[in-house]
C-alpha cells in the first residue's frame, strides 16, 4: 500500500521565534509605564553682570553725595570746636570767644597779637583745653598763655543778692581796671560758650568805654546767641550788669 502525499507544499518551520516576555515583566510595563522624562532643573537667575553694575553706580553715587554733603557739617564742626565763637569786639582791641581748642587759643593770640586773656568761667578758674580738634588731650590754658607771653586773667562774674543794696556785682570793679590799662590790650574775653558770662562783660564794655545805651549793648547780647527769651530785665544778669549799670564819669 502506497503511502498517500499531501497536496500542500512542505514548509519548513521557521527557527525564528516571536521573543516573549516574562509575565511579570509584561504586567510591569503594562501598569508602570516610564517616567516622563525630567524637565532640566533651572536656577534662579540674579541680576546678572549689568544689574550689578548698577547697584554699584548707585553706591557710589550715593557714598559721594554723603561724602559732598557731610564736608560742611563737618567744617563746621572743626571750626566751632577750633576756634569756638571768636569775634572781633572792637578792632584792633577786644575780642570774644568760647573756649577754644589749645591751638585755636594759640592761632588767636598769634594772629591778633592778643596780649590778656580774660577767662571769666567761675566753674573753672584754669581750665584745661583740649588740644586740637582731633586730639583729645589737654592743656591748661595759663601754661599756653605763659608759653606765648600772654597775660592770662580768671574772674567770676558774681550776682548781687536782690537783698542787697549793691549796685551792681563785685567783679566789675577789677574788669575796669583791666580794660583801663592800655598795656592790657588786645584783650580776648571769653567763658565756655561764648554767649552769657561773656555776653554781659562786652556789654559793659560798650557802656562804658564806647558809650553805648543799654538798649543797643542787649540787642548785641541778642545777636550773638544770648537768646530773646532770656535778654530781658528778669534776668539777673541783664538787670544787674546791663539795665542797672551806670558808667563812670568822664
Given at each position: ?94 575780642y570774644r570767644s568760647g573756649q577754644m581748642t589749645a591751638d585755636g587759643l594759640a592761632a588767636a593770640i598769634r594772629e591778633h597779637g592778643i596780649r590778656t586773656v580774660i577767662d571769666v568761667q567761675n566753674e573753672f578758674d584754669d581750665p584745661d583745653l ?121
Amino acid at each position: 500500500m502506497k503511502a498517500t502525499t499531501s497536496s500542500r507544499p512542505f514548509r519548513r518551520k521557521s527557527s525564528k521565534r516571536g521573543k516573549r516576555f516574562p509575565l511579570a515583566q509584561s504586567s510591569s510595563r503594562r501598569h508602570n509605564p516610564a517616567p516622563p522624562a525630567m524637565a532640566p532643573v533651572r536656577r534662579a537667575r540674579g541680576p546678572g553682570r549689568a544689574g550689578e553694575m548698577r547697584l554699584l553706580r548707585a553706591t557710589i553715587v550715593f557714598a559721594i553725595a554723603l561724602f559732598i554733603a557731610g564736608i560742611p557739617l563737618l567744617y563746621h564742626r572743626y571750626h566751632l570746636t577750633t576756634h569756638k565763637r571768636f569775634r572781633e569786639v572792637s578792632a584792633g582791641r577786644v575780642y570774644r570767644s568760647g573756649q577754644m581748642t589749645a591751638d585755636g587759643l594759640a592761632a588767636a593770640i598769634r594772629e591778633h597779637g592778643i596780649r590778656t586773656v580774660i577767662d571769666v568761667q567761675n566753674e573753672f578758674d584754669d581750665p584745661d583745653l583740649r588740644a586740637a580738634f582731633l586730639n583729645p588731650g589737654t592743656r591748661k590754658e595759663s601754661a599756653i598763655c605763659r608759653q606765648l607771653g600772654v597775660q592770662f586773667i580768671n574772674l567770676d562774674p558774681d550776682l548781687v543778692s536782690r537783698k542787697e543794696r549793691n549796685p551792681r556785682p563785685k567783679v566789675i570793679e577789677p574788669f575796669l581796671a583791666i580794660m583801663d590799662d592800655p598795656a592790657n590790650y588786645p584783650v580776648l574775653i571769653h567763658c565756655k560758650a561764648g554767649l552769657h558770662r561773656t555776653g554781659v562783660l562786652v556789654a559793659v564794655y560798650r557802656m562804658e568805654y564806647e558809650g553805648w545805651s543799654p538798649s543797643a549793648a542787649m540787642q548785641e547780647m541778642k545777636d550773638h546767641g544770648f537768646g530773646n527769651s532770656a535778654c530781658t530785665s528778669a534776668n539777673d544778669y541783664v538787670q544787674q550788669y546791663v539795665l542797672r549799670y551806670q558808667p563812670r564819669a568822664r
